[in-house]
Structure formats: C-alpha cells, structure tokens
C-alpha cells in the first residue's frame, strides 16, 4: 500500500459573525414576540373576546413581511457574515408556513390551523433561543482560496 | 447508563403523545366531536406519562446523568395539570398557549435525550495514583 505523498496543507478559516448575527437577532425577537402573540389572541377570541380578532389577523397576515426581512438578515448572516446557512434554510421554511397558516386561518380549517400554528410558534422561538447561544457565534468552516 | 434508553423511550413517546393534541384540538375545531373524546383521555394520559418519566429521569439523575431531565419533566407535570384544569374549565386564553409551551417543552427534551450530552456522565472517574 502506497501512502499518497502530503498535498499542499488546506488553510481554513472559520469567520465570527459578530455583526450580522447582532442584525439577525433584531428580526428574530421581534418574529418571535408577535408569533407568540397569536396563540394568547386566538385563545382570547375563543373564550369570546371578539376583539382578539381584529389583532390576531392583522398580525397572522404580517408576520410574513417579517420573515422576510428576517431571511434577508439570515443571508447577511451567512455571507458575508460567515456563519451557517440553515437559519436562513428555516426562515423560508417560516415563510411558506406562515403564508399557508392565513390560507386555512381565513378558512376556519383548524385541523391544520392549530398544528401548523403551534409548529410556527416552536420554531421561531427556537431559532431566536438559538441565535443567542454560543453555537451561533461560531463560524462555518471556510477554505482559504490561494 | 440503561436508564438513559428507557428515558429517551418514555420522552419519545411522551413528545409524540404531546404532539397529537393540537391536531386533535384543531380537529374538533373543524366540528368533530370524535377528537375531542380522543383529545380529553389523551391529555390525562400525558400527566400520567409525565409522572412514569419523573421516575425514570430521577434514577437516570442518580445514575451519573444530568438532573436537568428530571427538573424539565417536573416542570412538564406541573404544566399539564394545570393545562388539564384550564381544559376542563374551558380557560382558552390560557389552554393555547400552555399547550404550545408544553409541545415546545416536551419534544426539545426528547431531541435532547438523543444528543450526545445526554450520555455524558456528570462524574468521571478520576485515576488516583498510587
């Protein structure tokens, strides 16, 4: 058995995001502040409070927009930002949810309104407890290019 | 660690015991009564999976593992009493949001039960020279 003789060394780097991991944060808290909103207004509205409504829709219909802004954050985060790329993965993921969670919302079809819904909720929170824990900070691995 | 596999078990199948409800919930919702003699029964059971968990994460604690196990089940029993008083008394504002918590709670101690930190003893022997 031959040994293959030492290729010239691979140098990686691993990038912090610092920066675009602070702007990805804002986003984030803000997505999971008004997603976890919706539940505590859709059990108002049940117990009767009518005008829990007039806040749950309105938001539902929005939180899109701000997952929007958060997968541009997410992008940033992953270049030039250097960290990983499933945040941004997730947030699409976020987006196609949320859009279809107000499709069976205006529908009244709660069957998959409430399951959707509490799948939405663990999500972004996760994702917000995550973009603050050390994991996050640390940066992917990255070839240096001579 | 055996108790850690029996843990993961018990937490699998707590999770996805925990999971059904919502769809259960969302179900009757839609006008189906059928869920709702599946979702009251099924609620009760998650208490009683909940108390069979605390004892197998109180000895996988005093086994070598992590105690956090055992407090994060403590907690999910406390959550699902109360999530069954508020069901029964039909306090929505509160049974949503404690339901989500309890799924958010509940699957990411069973994920965690997977992970390799859970396998990790809190203690390792130590080798005293002679």
Known sequence: MTVAPPAAAKQFTYRRPRVTLALLRIPLIIHAGLVVAQPILAGYFLSGEADAMAAHGPIGSSLFLIAMIQLFAAILYFWPGGGRAWPALITVGLIVAELTQVVFGYQQNFAVHVPLGTAIVITAVWLTVWSFRPGARRGRRQEVKK | ?130
């Open chain 2, 1 to 130: 660690m055996k108790s850690l596999v029996v843990l993961r078990v018990v937490a699998a199948v707590h999770a996805v015991t925990v999971c059904l409800q919502p769809v259960l919930a969302g179900a009757y919702l839609n006008g189906s009564s059928a869920a709702m003699r599946m979702h009251e029964p099924l609620g009760l059971g998650t208490a009683f999976v909940s108390l069979g968990q605390m004892l197998v994460a109180t000895i996988y604690w005093r086994s070598g593992g992590r105690g956090s196990a055992a407090l994060v089940t403590l907690l999910l029993l406390a959550a699902e009493s109360f999530q069954i008083g508020m069901g029964y008394s039909r306090q929505l504002a509160l049974h949503i949001p404690v339901g989500i918590a309890i799924v958010a709670i509940a699957c990411a101690l069973a994920v965690w039960t997977f992970r390799p930190a859970a396998a990790v003893r809190r203690t390792t022997p130590i080798e005293v020279p002679a």
